[in-house]
């Protein structure tokens, strides 16, 4: 507080509010006659103020904020996210009882005067004078409407909030001039309308349509006498006047503003006595905002989609201009979610895992040709309860995601495959595929370099009686971990790579996967999102399309909408259709003979492969139908659980595999999401079949291929073994970790079926 001069005269900050007092009586504001200097007073307003007509005259007003609206395929709200709770609307859209109440206990000469009350700024100017600070204000609405601006534009920074807020002669000053400017351009009527949008209500509501919504869930325009009265008096202090926390202080404001309505003539003396003797009819909707309120379970997906917008930059060069139009709101965002499959997909998920068991499970569903996302769900909800989870386990890291993706086992195994057939190996390539066997050596690389298996690794089959030689139509059937590390040896990893780039398959880290054997068989973390748009470009006969979660965005600025530009779904060829073909036939045998027969679906044309990782700590199905392509991962979030004599959604299990779990869930919600849809066909290829008798009586077939011995260097023609999923648990002697989630890599590898 200042202090008076010795001999009780006027100390300097007294002296200026008594002269500017004195020059506005005097009209020299308006007239725009400059003040004497008070910077030197310490009376500063963004800076030293070196005079009235110093201060800038034009207000930048910020668009306000408003809430976003996120909708799914079929125009069905999702969610509302907002950093404020606004709905900016026109005055004839606002009860003409609110108008009223706000003018007259905020402003009551508002028509009468200009943009500055005369007699109001001198009454409170002498008093604070004489008080030595200032302790009363004399703000007109629009005045009060010029400090809301700054608010806004300060948004959630504390200092700047507080700049905008101080209560000093110098910020005073420049509210005065900038009224003055605010009035000759807007006028009254859309002063009032700007106040009663940009104004804060409590309870998290920006502008009058918000308040109305929560406080009384109804419009603003249906406001009547009492509920006016009451958003009107909350506005001087939301906090003390808060209806939902102290009935008894807002029913006390609430009559004062009636009285005053009363008083200057808006309403009768009896109408304000009626009004004053109702309840005050509260019906409050709680705040709705942001992913953890979607509907349909589709939080993880709407987080998604914040991520999105968050990260590309179609919608702005940096993140941070990103995220300033994301919190300025006012967005419709039409998003490729189809209703019917988020359904199927959450009640899969549902009736095959419970949320309290101790592993969870993730689906992601995309359209092939398009790479539009469809569902996307899990079985830990988005929340910070117990069983509840912020990661979405359906995404990369960078976008919300587990920090290292699954270890997807035998599900890589296709990639394989189809790096094999791209390279010229024939759909009946066959491969001596023994029981077990050591990594060979060298393995060809890309950078020319050859891997070497310093550490003696082998690799077994998951069953003692899978024991070769196999072509690639079984050993896709059956899983036979042998064969399709025997295919890398022969190919060499650069052209599995290449597959792998192709299709957009990375970690889930979102680094590229390492150039070693036993990236073959799954020993790295890979998102279920990332694994079913790979797998879609199999049913779109080779044509990978980067996956899209918005279809179209408008947004609202004031009154006004336009539309913004959305990322598109890039498609481009990763193999020839004859390879998609090939391999597509070869996982149409997995369902409906091999290791994912409980997954096939029996109405449709199907295709897909199982995978099982390292001690059974993961077990995925990914599948598809020539229109929708889905991936299903089952296990621990922590990789702390090995899913052995197990019990998982009510259902003991001895040993968890791919086609156990996984697979039922992706049957299940598969047939939901296309219920009703076409069923389009496969172009399948004629693959023959293996001779009868080599599988009767192999060591008696001398037309088989000639084997060396077994010596741990070349296998079949420098054939390379491979890990199991088994391992080691910390990644193997051979140093080739795998993914987890929290704990970071060190799964080992995966390939069991």
């Known amino acids: 507080m200042p202090k008076k001069r010795s001999g009780g005269g006027l100390s300097p900050t007294q002296q200026a509010a008594k002269f500017l007092g004195v020059s506005v009586l005097a009209g020299a504001v308006l007239a725009g006659i400059a003040l004497p200097a008070v910077g030197a007073l310490g009376l500063a307003a963004k800076g030293s103020v070196e005079g009235f007509d110093a201060l800038p005259a034009n207000l930048k007003t910020p668009p306000l904020s408003q809430r976003t609206t996120i909708l799914d395929a079929e125009g069905g709200t999702i969610a509302t996210v907002y950093s404020r709770d606004r709905t900016v609307v026109d005055l004839k859209d606002i009860s003409p009882y609110m108008q009223k109440a706000i003018v007259a206990i905020e402003d009551s000469r508002f028509y009468e005067h200009g943009a ?24 007109t609405l629009t005045q009060q409407y010029v400090k809301n601006v700054f608010v806004e534009e300060a948004g959630d920074d504390p200092t700047k909030v507080a700049q905008a807020t101080q209560q000093t002669i110098g910020r005073k000053i420049q509210e005065l001039k900038l009224a003055i400017q605010v009035e000759e351009e807007l006028g009254k009527k859309k002063i009032l309308e700007n106040y009663l949008n940009i104004t804060f209500f409590g309870q998290q509501a920006y502008g009058v349509e918000a308040a109305s919504q929560r406080y009384f869930s109804k419009h603003a325009k249906d406001l009547n006498v009492q509920e006016a009265a009451l958003l009107a008096g909350i506005v001087q202090s939301p906090s003390r006047y808060d209806p939902v926390n102290d009935e008894a202080e807002a029913t006390k404001r609430r009559n004062v503003v009636l009285n005053r309505m009363a008083q200057v003539g808006d ?21 709705k905002n942001g992913c953890i309120t979607a509907v349909k379970n589709a939080s993880f997906f709407c987080d998604y989609v914040r991520e999105v917008f ?70 830990k909800p988005y929340g910070y309860g117990k069983n509840e989870t912020e990661i979405n386990y359906s ?10 993706g699954f270890p997807t086992g035998s599900t890589f195994k296709p990639f394989v495959a189809a790096a094999a057939l791209e390279e010229g190996r024939p759909a009946t390539q066959e491969y001596s595929s023994p029981y077990e066997m050591p990594y060979p050596e060298p393995v060809q690389t890309c950078s020319g370099k050859p891997w070497m298996n310093t550490a003696g690794e082998k690799v077994p089959n998951e069953s003692e009686s899978e024991v070769g030689p196999y072509r690639l139509k079984e050993a896709m059937a059956l899983s036979v971990n042998t064969y399709f590390v025997q295919m890398v040896a022969d190919i060499g990893l650069c052209p599995v790579m290449k597959m792998t780039d192709a299709l957009h398959v990375v970690q889930g880290s979102g680094d590229k996967l390492p150039e070693v054997p036993a990236v073959s068989l799954g020993s790295k973390g890979v998102a279920p999102l990332t694994m079913a748009s790979a797998y879609a470009a199999f049913a779109s006969r080779g044509m990978y399309c980067t996956p899209i979660v918005i279809e179209s965005i408008t947004q609202k600025i004031g009154n006004k909408q336009k539309s913004l530009d959305v990322p598109k779904s890039t498609c481009s060829r990763a193999m020839s259709e004859k390879t998609a073909d090939t391999v597509n036939t070869l996982l149409q045998g997995v369902v409906d003979s091999g290791t994912g027969k409980a997954a096939g679906l029996t109405d449709r044309a199907n295709a897909g492969k ?8 993961n077990a995925w199905f990914v599948g598809y139908t020539p229109n929708l392509s889905g991936a299903v991962w089952v296990g621990s979030a922590s990789q702390q659980v090995q899913m052995k004599n197990i019990t998982i959604g009510g259902q003991y299990h001895e040993l968890v595999f791919g086609g156990a779990v996984p697979g039922p869930i992706w049957k299940d919600a598969m047939t939901g999401a296309l219920a009703g849809k076409d069923s389009p066909s496969f172009n399948l290829v004629n693959i023959p079949d293996e001779d009868q008798d080599k599988n009767k009586d192999k060591d008696k077939d001398k037309d088989r291929d000639k084997e060396k011995p077994d010596d741990g260097n070349n296998g079949d023609d420098g054939f390379i073994g491979g890990l199991t999923d088994g391992g080691t648990g910390d990644g193997g002697p051979g140093g080739f970790p795998g993914g987890n989630l ?12």
């Open 395 to 404: 995404v990369d890291h960078g976008m919300g995601g587990s920090n290292y």
């Open 610 to 617: 199982t995978g099982t990782t390292d001690e059974r700590k």
């Open 267 to 287: 309403i009768s003396t009896a109408e304000a006595e009626k009004a004053k003797k109702a309840p005050l009819g509260l019906k409050v909707s709680k705040p």
């Open 116 to 139: 500055i009350d005369l007699k109001g700024v001198l009454r409170a100017l002498n008093k604070n004078a004489r008080s030595g600070e200032v302790s009363e204000g004399a703000s």
């Open 742 to 753: 929290i704990q970071g890599p060190g799964n080992g590898p995966g390939g069991r079926r």
């Open 310 to 379: 968050l990260s590309d930059k179609v919608f702005g060069k940096t993140r941070k201009d990103r995220a300033k139009v994301w919190n300025q709101g006012g967005l419709t965002i039409r998003t490729t979610l189809d209703p019917q499959a988020q359904a199927s997909v959450q009640q899969s998920l549902k009736d095959h895992v419970n949320q309290s068991d101790s592993v969870a499970a993730a689906s992601t569903l995309v359209e092939p040709g398009t790479g539009k996302v469809l569902a996307m769900g899990q079985t």
